[in-house]
Structure formats: C-alpha cells, structure tokens
C-alpha cells in the first residue's frame, strides 16, 4: 500500500471519488483535526438527549400509573380488554425506534460526506470502547444521542473530560443501572430498610465495575473487588433527572430537565472511601469525581487506551514499540488525545505496507458507500444493512463493545453475506462506474495485478463494481 491509500483507508474510512488527495498524507491527517465539525448538519437536526429522554419519562410514568391500576384492580384506561402497560410500551418502543433510525441514518450520512474520516473514525472508537446498547428498550432512543452528545464534542479533547462526560450521560446511567443504586447507608437506603417489604433497593456495582474494566484501567490490572465496591459507594448518587416521576423521585431528588444529570444526595452513599490504596474524604457528587480524575490518568488506563488503538490501527496483534508511545505520550500530556493521534501518525508501524486490518462490518459498509458516491442514505436502510452484515448499529450485545480483530468478522459465512451486499449495491449502480478508474481512485498505488485483471475481465460495469467492494484491498485496510 503506498502512504496515500493508507491515509485514506487505514486511518480513514475510504475514499471517495470526489474528494482530493493531499500531497502529504500525514500532515493532512493532522490537518483533519483543525477542520472536524462536532456538530454537522445531519447531527444538529436530530432530537436533543432531553427531548428523547423526555419521551422516555413520559412512558415511565404511563408504565407505573397503570400497574397502579391493575394492583387497584381497576380496569386500565382505553378500551376493554386493552392491556396499557402493553401499549404504553409499544408506544415507546416506536417512538425510540424512530429516533433510533434517525441517529443511525445521521451516522452513516456523516461518516459518507465526511472530509475528516479520520476524526470521524475516532468517534466511531471511542463510541465503541464506551459502549451502550441499544437491546434495552431504555436504551433504543438514547444510543445515538450518547454518541453524538458524549462522544463527538470531546473527540479531540482530553480524556479526562470525555471520560466525566460519558459516565454523566442517561444513556450511561441507565444502561449499566447506576441511576438505580442506592447506598445503603443512605437517607433513602435507611429508609427502605426500616420499612421492609419487596421494594428493591441497593447499591449496584455495574458501572464502577465497567469504568475499571473497560473504560479505564483495564481487567487485571491490580484493583480488587473491594475497589469495585468502594467505588460503587462513591458513585451513588449520580443519577439521571426527570426519568422518573411522583413522590419517590422528589423525595431522592431526582427532579430536573429529563434527561439531565443530577446527584441525589439523598441515596449517596457517605463516608470516606479507599480506592486503588488511596484515601477520597470529598462528599458527595466530588467524591467519584475526583476517583474518575485519577483514573483518567492512571498508567494502567494510558496502558489500555495505547494498546486499544494501536489495535485499531496498526493490526489485531500491535507492535509493543507502537503501544509504549501512546502510552508516554498519553501519560506525558495528561491524556491530551490529540497529542495522541499525533504521535499514531507520525509513528512507522502505522505506515507498513501490508495490509493490518481486516475492516469491520461498519467500515466496510461505509467504504463502500463514499467508494461509490452514496448521497441517499435513509436510516432503515442502515440499519437493514448492518443486522445482515452481523455488527447491528449501538448493540454489540455486552458493555465490552464489538471486537476489533478478523477472528470476529472474516469468517465464510460473514465474508459470503458482503458478497451479497456488494452485488445489490453494485446494481443499484447501473452501469454508470467504470470500477477500473474507480479503483485506482481509491487505492492509489496499492493494486494488485490479480484486482486489476479480475476487474476487467468483468462481464459488466456493475460486475466490475462488485467485485471491486470485494477485492481484498477494499476488505481490508
């Protein structure tokens, strides 16, 4: 591959036929992070987090009025027969679907229009590695706007800030059940435990555990079970406004702008915690504040974030040389993700000339779109798209998020199904690409003989376009 097919395909994500090739690849890399726009178009006209988590509110009220009904033994509102608490959720769940395909058709629109690939590749990363998903029916409106809310404005940003700003977010809270944790020694805690009875209250582990595991630290890196505990206790409190409604939520203090990020002082765990052998006498909301500030910039967490995108970009198996530099420039600079990036680009194991990567359902789905200069892209047809592929938009099914290695995507069945894809997306062409030039575009100085003379011995121009999406320089990158 020469270093302009690496910089439009390694470190973005393909290029397009319309767009320019600068003289210097790596510098315009660099250039990119100048000209990024953490708010396009397509992004700003999307409902706000507060407008769909308002929409989310407002079925959490309809859920629990009518179990109040049914617990009275009184005949639900609507029409005999009806059961509300059913059609209080298929309501939500089509009203969260359709902002759900609104996000991930924005998505896809940015990511193909997009003249920063790389910074766009980024936030494609960081949305991964924080991962959410959208299995919950809480979830299915929230995902997209967690990505575009939490991630894109702190792409370019320090760690540090991303990091507040994704724990922070509802989608966050609610995915990984933080907004329901409640300290036992607290108000609230205490509370519930004088009265007894089935009401299910209590502290929850999975966020603290997920911030150490996935997010910062890494597994096995010296924390305890005692850590993820004491964190835990840090961590209550932090909550999400306006979500739920009526006495219990006033009195938690859990009222605000739905959607927004509160701290309940009220089921706040207190006292002082001791963490990774370090003491946090802070109260209250600063308390997990000032153990998500350490952790940001932990020699652990600038470990696993190093090696997690040296993976992304320099091969499944990445050089340690490549990993070590990350990891003192993210600890020299205070996490500063851009000094980061820099040194990625600048770094000759990201620039070999074999192929590293194998692309990822997402990747290649978007690749092809900007190959083939896609301009039309609805939502539903993205999401179709990505449920065949195997890599569904914002369900990678665990907090861990999708793999990042071939094992997970080159499989026969796998690579049959884009063979399909690119047949219908070459079709849908109609003989109006000559695959030839279009290749040569795309991949300058990184052909093979074999791609050349499979692709003109097409029978067709749309069969020279599929086989073009299924060459092996447009499979991996």
């Given at each position: 591959?020469?270093?302009?097919?690496?910089?439009?395909?390694?470190?973005?994500?393909?290029?397009?036929?319309?767009?320019?090739?600068?003289?210097?690849?790596?510098?315009?890399?660099?250039?990119?992070?100048?000209?990024?726009?953490?708010?396009?178009?397509?992004?700003?006209?999307?409902?706000?987090?507060?407008?769909?988590?308002?929409?989310?509110?407002?079925?959490?009220?309809?859920?629990?009025?009518?179990?109040?009904?049914?617990?009275?033994?009184?005949?639900?509102?609507?029409?005999?027969?009806?059961?509300?608490?059913?059609?209080?959720?298929?309501?939500?769940?089509?009203?969260?679907?359709?902002?759900?395909?609104?996000?991930?058709?924005?998505?896809?629109?940015?990511?193909?229009?997009?003249?920063?690939?790389?910074?766009?590749?980024?936030?494609?990363?960081?949305?991964?590695?924080?991962?959410?998903s959208a299995d919950k029916v809480t979830m299915i409106g929230l995902a997209g706007a967690f990505e575009f809310d939490a991630i894109r404005p702190h792409v370019l940003g320090k760690f540090r800030d991303m990091?507040?700003?994704?724990?922070?977010?509802?989608?966050?809270?609610?995915?990984?059940?933080?907004?329901?944790?409640?300290?036992?020694?607290?108000?609230?805690?205490?509370?519930?435990?004088?009265?007894?009875?089935?009401?299910?209250?209590?502290?929850?582990?999975?966020?603290?555990?997920?911030?150490?595991?996935?997010?910062?630290?890494?597994?096995?890196?010296?924390?305890?079970?005692?850590?993820?505990?004491?964190?835990?206790?840090?961590?209550?409190?932090?909550?999400?406004?306006?979500?739920?409604?009526?006495?219990?939520?006033?009195?938690?203090?859990?009222?605000?702008?739905?959607?927004?990020?509160?701290?309940?002082?009220?089921?706040?765990?207190?006292?002082?915690?001791?963490?990774?052998?370090?003491?946090?006498?802070?109260?209250?909301?600063?308390?997990?504040?000032?153990?998500?500030?350490?952790?940001?910039?932990?020699?652990?967490?600038?470990?696993?974030?190093?090696?997690?995108?040296?993976?992304?970009?320099?091969?499944?198996?990445?050089?340690?040389?490549?990993?070590?530099?990350?990891?003192?420039?993210?600890?020299?600079?205070?996490?500063?993700?851009?000094?980061?990036?820099?040194?990625?680009?600048?770094?000759?194991?990201?620039?070999?000339?074999?192929?590293?990567?194998?692309?990822?359902?997402?990747?290649?789905?978007?690749?092809?779109?900007?190959?083939?200069?896609?301009?039309?892209?609805?939502?539903?047809?993205?999401?179709?798209?990505?449920?065949?592929?195997?890599?569904?938009?914002?369900?990678?099914?665990?907090?861990?998020?999708?793999?990042?290695?071939?094992?997970?995507?080159?499989?026969?069945?796998?690579?049959?199904?884009?063979?399909?894809?690119?047949?219908?997306?070459?079709?849908?062409?109609?003989?109006?690409?000559?695959?030839?030039?279009?290749?040569?575009?795309?991949?300058?100085?990184?052909?093979?003989?074999?791609?050349?003379?499979?692709?003109?011995?097409?029978?067709?121009?749309?069969?020279?376009?599929?086989?073009?999406?299924?060459?092996?320089?447009?499979?991996?990158?």
């Amino acid at each position: 591959m020469s270093d302009t097919s690496i910089a439009l395909n390694r470190f973005g994500l393909g290029g397009r036929a319309d767009a320019s090739v600068p003289a210097d690849p790596r510098r315009g890399l660099i250039d990119q992070m100048a000209r990024y726009d953490a708010r396009p178009g397509a992004v700003a006209a999307l409902p706000a987090t507060a407008h769909v988590a308002a929409q989310l509110a407002d079925y959490m009220e309809q859920q629990q009025a009518a179990r109040r009904e049914m617990r009275k033994g009184d005949e639900p509102e609507g029409a005999p027969g009806d059961d509300a608490v059913q059609r209080a959720r298929q309501f939500a769940r089509q009203q969260a679907r359709e902002n759900y395909v609104a996000f991930a058709g924005a998505r896809a629109q940015v990511a193909v229009a997009s003249d920063t690939p790389l910074v766009e590749r980024l936030v494609h990363f960081w949305s991964n590695h924080f991962a959410v998903s959208a299995d919950k029916v809480t979830m299915i409106g929230l995902a997209g706007a967690f990505e575009f809310d939490a991630i894109r404005p702190h792409v370019l940003g320090k760690f540090r800030d991303m990091l507040h700003a994704v724990e922070r977010h509802p989608a966050m809270l609610l995915y990984l059940d933080q907004a329901q944790s409640v300290g036992p020694g607290s108000i609230a805690g205490q509370l519930a435990a004088r009265r007894g009875g089935p009401q299910r209250v209590g502290l929850n582990e999975n966020l603290a555990r997920e911030i150490l595991e996935l997010h910062t630290l890494g597994v096995r890196t010296g924390y305890s079970q005692v850590d993820v505990i004491e964190f835990a206790r840090a961590m209550t409190g932090w909550s999400v406004a306006g979500i739920t409604r009526g006495p219990a939520a006033r009195f938690a203090g859990l009222e605000g702008k739905s959607g927004s990020f509160v701290f309940a002082e009220r089921i706040h765990e207190p006292g002082t915690r001791t963490i990774l052998g370090k003491r946090y006498d802070q109260q209250g909301e600063r308390q997990a504040s000032a153990v998500l500030d350490d952790l940001a910039v932990h020699p652990a967490t600038a470990k696993h974030i190093a090696a997690k995108l040296a993976r992304h970009f320099a091969g499944d198996e990445p050089p340690a040389s490549l990993v070590g530099k990350l990891e003192t420039a993210f600890l020299k600079t205070g996490g500063d993700l851009p000094s980061v990036y820099r040194v990625l680009i600048e770094s000759p194991e990201a620039w070999v000339a074999q192929p590293v990567k194998f692309r990822t359902p997402w990747e290649w789905s978007i690749a092809a779109m900007r190959a083939l200069g896609t301009r039309e892209i609805p939502g539903e047809a993205v999401l179709g798209l990505m449920n065949q592929l195997g890599q569904p938009v914002w369900r990678p099914g665990s907090p861990a998020g999708f793999d990042d290695i071939a094992a997970s995507w080159a499989g026969p069945d796998a690579v049959m199904r884009r063979v399909e894809a690119a047949e219908r997306m070459a079709a849908r062409t109609r003989d109006t690409i000559d695959a030839r030039a279009r290749m040569a575009t795309l991949f300058p100085g990184a052909l093979s003989a074999t791609t050349q003379q499979a692709i003109a011995r097409a029978e067709s121009a749309s069969q020279g376009v599929a086989l073009m999406l299924v060459a092996p320089e447009f499979m991996r990158r």
